[in-house]
């Protein structure tokens, strides 16, 4: 496509449960970031992935969280046993390669509303 | 997560009037961004600045890149109604690929 995107663009789900998030990042792009966004609030990075380079994961809040990358262009982020304070927009960029911030291009995000 | 201050935290302007906005680190940074994001969308980016002192402007949207490295301000001449909504700075350090986000500035503008 011509931009990124991400799926689902609304999710709702009870506290406990596991979600998975999904970003399609632009065609040929190599590196891939997940921020999550409280309401009011700015972009809180939480994981980076860079070729197949290893992942870097410093902003992932807990260990309920986890991202994977396959075949270097898909990426699900995950939340297992979400929390109320998972609450929040989770964004997906991609950009052509890493150290470029001008070429970051965001998704639309997914919204997770944990009841 | 670590966020940088933004200021003004928001915005009411009548369409015409000129807009300016700041952010401010404790940390040296070696890009600012700016970037707006509109309701239900992902940030945009407006401009990227790469050098300290560096005064770069996009249209009616003028940046500047502190000269201590820790600071950056976005003008906006000239409002107008498709200027709404909630701008961002952002800045990356030193060897490192992962932006630093401000807090936001929502801006609205009336007729």
């Known amino acids: 496509g011509a931009g990124v995107s991400q799926s689902p663009s609304n999710k709702v789900t009870e506290k406990g449960k596991d979600v998975e998030l999904r970003c399609d990042p632009i065609?040929?792009?190599?590196?891939l970031y997940w921020y999550r966004q409280s309401l009011g609030q700015g972009l809180e990075f939480l994981i980076y992935?860079?070729?197949?380079?290893?992942?870097?994961k410093s902003g992932l809040p807990s260990d309920r969280f986890s991202a994977e990358r396959t075949g270097g262009s898909v990426s699900t982020l995950t939340i297992q046993r979400t929390q109320q304070e998972d609450s929040a927009v989770y964004l997906c960029?991609?950009?052509?390669?890493?150290?470029?911030?001008?070429?970051?291009?965001f998704g639309p995000g997914t919204r997770l509303t944990v009841l | 997560g670590q966020q940088l201050n933004q200021s003004p935290q928001s915005m009411f302007i009548q369409e015409g009037e000129d807009v300016s906005m700041n952010c401010t680190s404790s940390?040296?940074?070696?890009?600012w961004l700016w970037y707006k994001q509109d309701p239900g969308e992902g940030p945009v980016l407006l401009i990227a600045?790469?050098?300290?002192?560096e005064l770069t402007s996009n249209g009616r949207l003028t940046a500047q890149f502190g000269i201590t490295r820790k600071d950056s301000f976005l003008n906006i001449s000239a409002s107008i109604p498709s200027d709404v909504g909630i701008y961002f700075c952002?800045?990356?350090?030193?060897?490192?690929?992962?932006?630093?986000f401000g807090t936001g500035t929502r801006l609205q503008v009336f007729p």
């Open positions: 952002a800045g990356q350090g030193i060897n490192t690929d992962k932006l630093i």
């Open positions: 600045l790469y050098k300290a002192g």
């Open positions: 940390s040296i940074f070696n890009t």
């Open positions: 960029a991609s950009s052509r390669r890493a150290g470029q911030p001008d070429t970051q291009y």
């Open positions: 065609s040929g792009h190599t590196a």
């Open positions: 992935f860079q070729g197949n380079s290893a992942p870097d």
